[in-house]
């Protein structure tokens, strides 16, 4: 048991040094841990009663009682920006862990089956792929109605094909290894085959595009938003849609702020996916050191 | 198999993807709430009038004739009338497009050409100084929300400056066709597109050309005595930029949703712009019309790219 214990530990420690080796992978992780705690913790954090107008302190720049400036309705923006950070958090979490598990089923059938099902699956994601995405989630979202279940859904249903193709290509180099042929004549059956060797063999890469996608899919809900086509309560983008009608008085933190919050956290769901990528592909890993061996042989 | 097999069997395939992805546009609209009834607003309509606002549009016909129109108009070019200008779809988007082209082909010309540059710059020295600072660049634009960057470059230039207009393809003020004017006007959203674009583009250039300079036919190409210059320009870049033309095929799909979110930010009058007002007005024969379009786009820039893939790889043989 301790000794079990231990190699997890170590495997972790282990991961952690190649994760950290990206700087900006490492402090990306705090940010969101930070982030991720706001969004939780935000009913306790701020009073019940935020999105209450106040019109006698509407559009007030940052000052010192107001670090972010307030809205056009009087709402104090830091209080917006973490609840926003809840809304954008769900869904991308939601929508990324939806588009991962259709993509990676499709791919996994596709991969194994070969043949007509795999031109059938491949097709479909075709499909998918030649369908204008933003619109199609536009249109999907203007007929279910905007809620944070059909937004999500909209995001995960049309995103998945990518994975899908990724997933494929790995299934396929993977079929033809000795240890898939060696468990097909001693008679495996698929579910084992997919579930015991497909699928763990490419974990790494599935997690990889996975955390790839996250920041996509965090600008399409914001997009969505702020085209105002799914007007969630309270969100980054909806916060930007609004705030464009007051731009030409100067307001500027009322736009520059929701929007700064979805670029940086866009850019820190694409910083881990970069440490990830390095931690969990040792072969890049190596590249990079032979490439080091290679420039200090230059210099000589 | 020949060359004019594998494009005539590509082709086929394409067709078909057409069709299917009509039908589903199709189908998809026709799920939706809303029609001509609900753009002419008005509660006090009559129950005979209603029947000629759906009768002069073509819906009181049951819905599988509708769709044998629908098919039928969409090789014709006879779209239907749009619900909200009650003119041709077909005329309301044309009108639309050399806006669209007036901004799109500029900045995708930047795209790949700065692209292409970043990516030979970073892979010169890979990991060097310079290939982290483009990278960085091009992750930071990447993760970048258009419209944001739009808004930040209209405060700056347009609300602070006064450099630059607020918006919209020409002045108000203009009488007659100023180039000046024009130009003007396009350089806020050339740049907000360019910018988001290449940071995509030139991070697939570089690892496009990482992985070739990883071949064993360049460590042969070094092998042989042959100096950096040439390994890399004559054997290196020439492959390293193949797959790229298969993302430019791709390209072309995301460049609707770029052009609603900037056209939107900069008030545009182009297909964008178009696209959402027309979903939010459910003027659907123009939707649907413009769905159609850009799938058909999509399509065959990914026809086009396959071919000249096989053309160029001749790796490729046509089976």
């Known amino acids: ?300 | 198999m020949g060359l004019l097999a594998y494009i005539g069997r590509r082709a086929l395939i394409a067709a078909a993807l057409v069709v299917v992805v009509g039908t589903l546009n199709f189908a998809i609209m026709h799920l939706a709430p809303g029609g001509p009834e609900t753009v002419f607003l008005n509660p006090r309509i009559t129950p005979a009038a209603k029947a000629l606002i759906l009768k002069s549009f073509g819906l009181d016909k049951p819905i599988q004739e509708q769709y044998l129109l629908y098919l039928q108009g969409m090789v014709t070019g006879n779209w239907g009338l749009s619900y909200f200008y009650t003119q041709p779809a077909f005329d309301v988007i044309a009108s639309r497009i050399p806006a669209t082209l007036l901004l799109m082909v500029p900045s995708l010309i930047l795209t790949v050409v700065i692209g292409i540059l970043m990516g030979i710059v970073s892979v010169r020295r890979p990991y060097g100084l310079l290939d982290r600072f483009l990278s960085s660049f091009a992750f930071f634009f990447y993760s970048m929300p258009v419209f944001w960057l739009g808004f930040v470059l209209l405060t700056v230039f347009a609300l602070f400056f006064r450099v630059l207009p607020p918006g919209g393809m020409v002045s108000i003020t203009a009488t007659r066709f100023d180039v000046l004017d024009y130009l003007e006007h396009l350089i806020l959203p050339v740049t907000a597109l360019t910018l988001i674009n290449v940071a995509n583009f030139s991070l697939l250039v570089r690892s496009s050309l990482l992985e070739v300079l990883d071949q064993n036919y360049i460590l042969t190409a070094r092998g042989k005595g042959l100096p950096e210059r040439l390994v890399f320009y004559r054997h290196a870049l020439r492959n390293g930029l193949l797959p790229t033309v298969t993302m430019l095929g791709l390209f072309v799909g995301s460049i609707l949703t770029g052009a609603i979110l900037t056209e939107t930010v900069f008030s545009w009058p182009g297909l964008g712009s178009l696209t959402y007002d027309s979903i939010t007005r459910r003027d659907y024969p123009v939707v649907l019309a413009l769905f159609f379009i850009f799938s058909i786009l999509t399509i065959v820039s990914n026809l086009i790219t396959d071919i000249v893939y096989g053309i160029l790889d001749p790796r490729i043989t046509f089976d």
Do not use: C
């Open chain 1, 1 to 300: 048991m301790t000794s079990e214990l231990s190699i997890y530990r170590l495997r972790l420690a282990n991961f952690w040094r190649g994760y950290s080796r990206n700087r900006g992978a490492a402090f990306s992780f705090f940010f969101l841990i930070a982030l991720i705690s706001i969004a939780i913790f935000a009913d306790y954090l701020f009073p019940r009663n935020f999105e209450a107008p106040d019109i006698s302190r509407e559009m007030l720049p940052p000052s010192l009682s107001n670090p972010l400036g307030t809205d056009y309705l009087g709402r104090d923006q830091v209080a917006l920006i973490a609840f926003g950070a809840r809304t954008s958090l769900i869904i991308a979490f939601a929508a990324g862990g939806l588009l991962a598990v259709i993509g990676t089923l499709a791919g996994l059938l596709a991969g194994y089956h070969g043949g007509r099902m795999e031109g059938l699956i491949m097709r479909f994601a075709d499909i998918f792929l030649t369908i204008p995405t933003l619109p199609l989630i536009l249109v999907i979202v203007s007929l279910t109605g905007p809620s944070l279940l059909n937004v999500m859904f909209a995001i995960g249903l049309t995103s998945w094909p990518v994975m899908a193709r990724v997933v494929r290509s790995d299934t396929l180099a993977l079929m033809k290894r000795e240890f898939i042929e060696i468990e097909k004549v001693m008679g495996a059956s698929a579910r084992r085959i997919v579930f015991r060797h497909l699928l763990p063999n490419q974990l790494n890469s599935i997690f990889v595009y996975t955390s790839l996608s996250i920041p996509v899919v965090i600008l399409t809900e914001a997009a969505l938003e702020f085209l105002g086509l799914a007007p969630l309560s309270v969100s980054w983008g909806f916060m930007l849609n609004t705030s464009l009608s007051y731009w030409i008085l100067g307001t500027w933190w009322m736009s520059f702020i929701p929007g700064f919050a979805i670029f940086i956290t866009a850019l820190a769901f694409y910083f881990v996916s970069e440490g990830l990528k390095e931690a969990l592909n040792p072969k890049l890993k190596r590249r990079r050191e032979s490439l080091v061996v290679q420039l200090a042989d230059r210099k000589k």
